[in-house]
């Protein structure tokens, strides 16, 4: 089995810290960053197997195609149970809080900026921890 880590968010600049903060918390030595929801869709089409897993960190707020979309598209994949995904968002709308509890994929919810803790704990979930040594 392989964990696939996908930051997709509108901004760059997120992109690149949240690439250094998940390298540097051994999340992932390599993630595939998206600045479009949909260009995020067609790479998972293109690498979808039963062999991989998904862990994708998204936004809500974005042009093209919000998270909410995003999150719709990927329930109707046939490995959807394959795929865990932490909204991060600068959103502190407690409807979007509830919108979240709707999606059974969400692993976690992070308020922006991203915080060390919260990821290095996110390593013990229990959907993805397998893919982490222990006492990691």
Not at 41 to 59: C, G, K
Not at 77 to 87: A, D, E, G
Request: proline share 3%; glycine share 4%; aromatic share 8%.
């Amino acid at each position: 089995m392989e964990l696939q880590v996908l930051v997709v968010d509108d901004d760059n600049i997120f992109n690149l810290m949240a690439n250094v903060l998940l390298r540097e918390l051994g999340i992932a030595s390599h993630t595939h960053c998206f600045t479009d929801a949909q260009d995020a869709l067609a790479y998972i089409d293109q690498h979808n197997d039963a062999e991989t897993t998904y862990l994708i960190f998204l936004d809500i707020n974005m042009p093209t195609m919000s998270g909410w979309e995003m999150l719709a598209r990927l329930e109707a994949l046939p490995n959807h149970r394959n795929i865990h995904v932490v909204i991060v968002t600068s959103s502190i709308d407690s409807t979007d809080q509830k919108t979240a509890t709707r999606f059974g994929q969400i692993i976690d919810y992070m308020i922006k900026p991203l915080n060390r803790k919260k990821l290095a704990a996110l390593k013990q979930h229990k959907k993805i921890k397998s893919f982490f040594p222990t006492g990691g």
